[in-house]
């Protein structure tokens, strides 16, 4: 197992990684028919359009890569982030299910949307934990089919993120400790309540939902892999529990069997549970506040399912500081990396920071085969989620960025 290190910031090439394997774990827990009827749901939701992909061509020529490719999710349903198309999907599918176990009929999305079944949806409570993104998707998912919501979350969730999930009409429940304290209050509560969990990451004997969210994930995958324009050969994917990273690899390695893109997965150096697993050889909790700027990614436990995924398909595991994340999105809002102004939140700037590590530290570059050549497919995750903070970071508003 080799190791790298580069100041804060660390790189592990994972020794298991296959990631030419066809029929592989990417292409069973997460599968072809699964993108299907995700995108056959969520492309009919109201305000359902691609978000673009941005070229960062002067980061590019900065980096001395060939290409840089941005999926910008900061108008993605007017949830800004990628996180809508998971937690609300899995709302919606979990709806459908109950209706026809009590009914007896095949409701479809159509129907939720025409609040035919209110009698059965509006007795039905759905809840989750979260950092903020996924639980404003679960959140509105239930406001949109007329379920009712309660959101938990932990004490170092910002209050703008807190506000930003009760618009939705969800009942938020501050819990004490950290993200993963905030999944075990919310399954504790929802066993004695009667209540369905809507939760991002698998445990054991939870499997269903987090496969649901991450399906409605490679919608966007998809969209991405359909938008660019040359074959991409590198990826750099931002961790927490997994769901994003193994979404990125299903739908990559269901829609490409050879050639595929050198995948690395980016955590912050106080939360890498994935990185720990893989290093150990085994499941691995990290313990303590896992406090960090990349609030979305702040996750001691892994996802089992992402974790399966993820130790057969990626071949690089990177932690990496906070010090990288507000330079990154000062960058990207300035114009620094491209002739667009993006707005990219703390979270959102991950994997972009695990490239630019990689490709200024020579000894990631040549662990991950980084030269004038590669093509690099990147997801931004999240807008200015947080407003407040998101312009004491850059110094102006997301909607002062976009108008530059």
Same mark, same amino acid.
């Given at each position: ?11 592990l =090439?994972?020794?298991?990684a296959?990631?030419?394997? =066809? ?12 993108f ?13 359009k ?83 993104n ?8 239930a406001?949109?089919?007329g ?6 979350i932990?004490a170092?969730v ?51 939902v ?23 050969t ?6 927490g ?21 050198l995948?690395?997965?980016v ?7 994935l990185?720990?697993?893989?290093k150990?050889?085994?499941y ?11 609030a ?6 892994p ?47 991950s ?54």
């Amino acid at each position: 197992m080799q190791i790298f290190e580069a100041g804060e910031a660390k790189l592990l =090439i994972n020794p298991k990684a296959e990631p030419d394997k =066809i029929g592989g774990a990417a292409e069973t827990v997460l599968n072809e028919e699964g993108f299907k009827a995700a995108y056959a749901e969520i492309s009919t939701w109201p305000g359902y359009k691609e978000t673009p992909l941005v070229s960062l061509d002067k980061y590019a020529k900065k980096l001395g890569v060939k290409a840089i490719y941005y999926k910008d999710e900061s108008t993605r349903f007017g949830l800004d982030s990628f996180k809508a198309l998971g937690g609300a999907y899995a709302v919606c599918r979990l709806l459908l299910n109950k209706i026809r176990e009590i009914a007896g009929e095949k409701a479809t999305t159509k129907d939720l949307l025409d609040h035919k079944y209110d009698d059965i949806v509006s007795k039905i409570t759905v809840c989750s934990a979260t950092d903020g993104n996924h639980g404003r998707s679960v959140a509105w998912g239930a406001q949109m089919f007329g379920a009712k919501c309660v959101i938990y979350i932990h004490a170092g969730v910002s209050e703008g993120r807190k506000e930003a999930i009760e618009k939705y009409g969800a009942k938020v429940i501050r819990c004490n400790g950290n993200y993963d304290d905030s999944v075990h209050d919310c399954a504790d509560d929802a066993a004695k309540n009667g209540w369905f969990v809507i939760s991002d990451t698998s445990y054991p004997g939870y499997m269903e939902v987090p496969c649901d969210v991450m399906h409605g994930y490679t919608v966007m995958v998809n969209e991405a892999l359909e938008q660019i324009p040359e074959h991409p050969t590198h990826t750099f994917v931002q961790g927490g529990v997994g769901g994003l990273a193994a979404a990125v690899s299903s739908r990559i390695c269901c829609r490409m069997h050879k050639n595929r893109p050198l995948f690395t997965t980016v955590e912050p150096k106080n939360a890498d549970c994935l990185y720990a697993s893989i290093k150990n050889d085994e499941y691995t909790v990290i313990h303590g506040d896992l406090e960090t700027i990349m609030a979305g990614l702040s996750c001691g436990e892994p996802s089992l399912l992402a974790l399966e995924i993820l130790k057969e398909y990626s071949t690089g595991f990177m932690t990496i500081p906070d010090t990288l994340i507000p330079v990154m999105m000062r960058d990207l809002a300035n114009k620094e990396c491209a002739d667009t102004p993006v707005v990219s939140g703390e979270s959102g700037v991950s994997g972009l920071a695990g490239l630019v590590t990689a490709c200024e530290n020579p000894e990631f570059r040549k662990a991950l085969k980084l030269d004038e050549n590669s093509v690099v497919l990147l997801f931004s995750s999240e807008g200015a989620t947080d407003p407040a903070m998101y312009k004491e970071i850059v110094g102006k508003s997301a909607q002062d960025v976009v108008k530059a």
